[in-house]
């Protein structure tokens, strides 16, 4: 998808972006590489990768409608899931530090499964938070992403 098809989308989304903070300098340089497409969309962020995507953003010139939650560690990623399960988070790109132990890990992994289970896109990587957000299925009307389907196989 070139860029002229980023500027011309029509959907606005509400996406998450959350960054644990030996991945925050990794998702302010996605943000930034991003910022013609993410400033028309609402960004709803946990509260530290929120502000210094605000503060990376303002000093390009970028004006972005971002909304800060509490830290990740403080509640932040309990309430993006809460987001999440009320259908208010389109897509969420969480930039995972699979290196070192969270104090708060079963936050995450909640937050990851309320996007499995609410079929939202969870990108946990910048190739794949970038083939996401140029998706052209986001603004076609025929598409209906199709609901997960928890029950048994039988052959």
Wanted: glycine share 4%; net charge neutral.
């Amino acid at each position: 998808m070139n860029n002229e098809n980023l500027k011309n989308m029509n959907k606005q989304l509400k996406i998450a972006l959350v960054a644990h903070d030996n991945r925050k300098a990794d998702m302010v340089e996605w943000a930034v590489f991003n910022a013609d497409m993410l400033s028309r969309h609402k960004l709803i962020c946990t509260g530290t990768t929120g502000s210094l995507i605000q503060k990376a953003f303002e000093e390009k010139g970028v004006i972005a409608d971002i909304t800060c939650m509490n830290s990740g560690p403080l509640g932040g990623d309990a309430e993006i899931a809460a987001l999440v399960v009320r259908k208010q988070i389109n897509l969420a790109v969480f930039l995972i530090d699979d290196l070192n132990a969270q104090p708060h890990e079963a936050d995450i992994q909640m937050l990851l499964r309320q996007c499995r289970i609410h079929n939202v896109p969870i990108a946990c990587n910048r190739y794949s938070a970038d083939l996401m957000i140029t998706s052209t299925l986001w603004d076609k009307e025929d598409y209906i992403p199709t609901e997960p389907v928890y029950r048994k196989y039988n052959r």
